[in-house]
């Protein structure tokens, strides 16, 4: 079975370029999730879906981060512009939760976008 | 939100050797999850502690979760050159949004380990 798709790679782009990310979750999966990553550092919340509701975007800068999972399945996340401090590995993972309330199942990981903004 | 402590941040030992990392926190976690992550890939689940008090061995890693369900530690026996990698706890909350309870996971901030042959 297919892992947690991601792309780009890698993107470089200057600064107040517009740049997006896309992800495919693990089908069936109900939960995504967009992380932020700086190097040798812990993944930090951008957004969470549950299906096709951000239930916590509270971590999300809305001024130029923009996100949507319109189908519940698949996922874009964009920034514009960006700015030199957004260079990051920018992650997504999915989870299944088989109700709420319960304790956060494993997230699987896509192997992230490195996005370098100069 | 919890805030993660993770010791130590760099860990650079030689092969055979035995270490520990620790994580902890003020607050108490529903649960909490063990990371490993090697450059230029995405972090992958090592093991899931619930129970204050649990002990879980995952071949030579042994993990522990505080009885007050506020901390825990991730040891290695025997160190190899393959557990090179940065480790990441994360601790569970409740979270509510719209009247539903959901689980929210905080990473702290990882610990690099490198283990020379």
């Known amino acids: 079975e297919a892992g947690v798709v991601q792309s780009p790679r890698y993107k470089i782009i200057e600064k107040k370029q517009p740049v997006a990310f896309w992800c495919n979750p693990i089908?069936?999966?109900?939960?995504l999730y967009w992380y932020l990553q700086n190097l040798g550092q812990g993944p930090e919340l951008l957004i969470r879906?549950?299906?096709?509701?951000?239930?916590?975007d509270s971590q999300l800068p809305k001024d130029r981060f923009s996100a949507e999972r319109l189908k519940g399945v698949d996922s874009t996340l964009k920034i514009q512009p960006a700015e030199l401090g957004d260079s990051a590995v920018y992650l997504c993972?999915?989870?299944?939760?088989?109700?709420?309330?319960?304790?956060?199942?494993?997230?699987?990981f896509g192997e992230g976008s490195r996005l370098t903004v100069l | 939100t919890q805030l993660l402590e993770q010791s130590p941040q760099f860990l650079s030992i030689q092969e055979g050797e035995n270490l520990t990392v620790y994580c902890n926190s003020s607050?108490?976690?529903?649960?909490l999850q063990w990371y490993r992550q090697e450059p230029g890939e995405g972090p992958v689940l090592l093991v899931t502690?619930?129970?204050?008090?649990e002990v879980k061995k995952l071949k030579r890693l042994t993990f522990q979760f505080g009885d007050a369900r506020k901390d825990s530690s991730l040891h290695i026996t025997a160190a190899q050159p393959g557990d090179t990698g940065l480790y990441l706890c994360?601790?569970?909350?409740?979270?509510?949004?719209?009247?539903?309870?959901?689980?929210?996971?905080?990473f702290g901030q990882g610990t690099i380990l490198t283990v020379h042959p």
């Open positions: 993972a999915s989870s299944f939760n088989a109700y709420s309330g319960g304790n956060t199942g494993e997230l699987f």
């Open positions: 089908s069936g999966h109900n939960t």
């Open positions: 879906y549950e299906n096709e509701e951000a239930v916590d």
């Open positions: 607050s108490v976690f529903s649960s």
């Open positions: 502690v619930v129970t204050g008090g």
């Open positions: 994360a601790g569970e909350e409740a979270f509510y949004a719209g009247g539903t309870s959901y689980g929210k996971l905080t």
